[in-house]
């Protein structure tokens, strides 16, 4: 049964950085790519990030390049998002997301865990 357990969110200011964690059981890790997706209030999922199963390649949405950066450790199972220059816009609930392979950009849909909320408000 896979499970995913995100944590690290919190309450920052605008320009205040944070570092996402993605704890995974269940499945053999190190063989599936995961994404980052979010939800803004009121809005639907959107894809943030994309890492391949040795974290080899990834892909980040437009809006967040040079800002956030996807990683993992495959010793640890652990997914992470290290999010840099936070603005307002970037407050949403985070959700760590399994691929159905080693490798899928731009996933959206696919097990996810409970998420954990950023806000950033000064």
């Known amino acids: 049964q896979v499970q995913l357990v995100e944590s690290g969110g919190g309450l920052v200011q605008p320009g205040d950085s944070l570092r996402l964690s993605c704890t995974a059981s269940?499945?053999?890790?190190?063989?599936?790519?995961m994404s980052w997706v979010r939800q803004a209030p009121g809005k639907g999922l959107e894809w943030v990030a994309s890492?391949?199963?040795?974290?080899?390649?990834?892909a980040v949405v437009d809006f967040v390049k040079g800002r956030f950066t996807i990683s993992r450790d495959n010793i640890k199972d652990t997914l992470y998002l290290q999010m840099n220059n936070l603005n307002p816009e970037d407050t949403a609930e985070y959700y760590c997301?399994?691929?159905?392979?080693?490798?899928?950009?731009?996933?959206?849909?696919?097990?996810r865990g409970q998420g954990t909320r950023v806000t950033v408000s000064a």
């Open positions: 997301v399994k691929a159905p392979n080693w490798w899928t950009t731009r996933l959206v849909n696919g097990p």
């Open positions: 890492i391949s199963n040795g974290g080899g390649t990834t």
């Open positions: 269940g499945f053999s890790f190190s063989e599936y790519g």
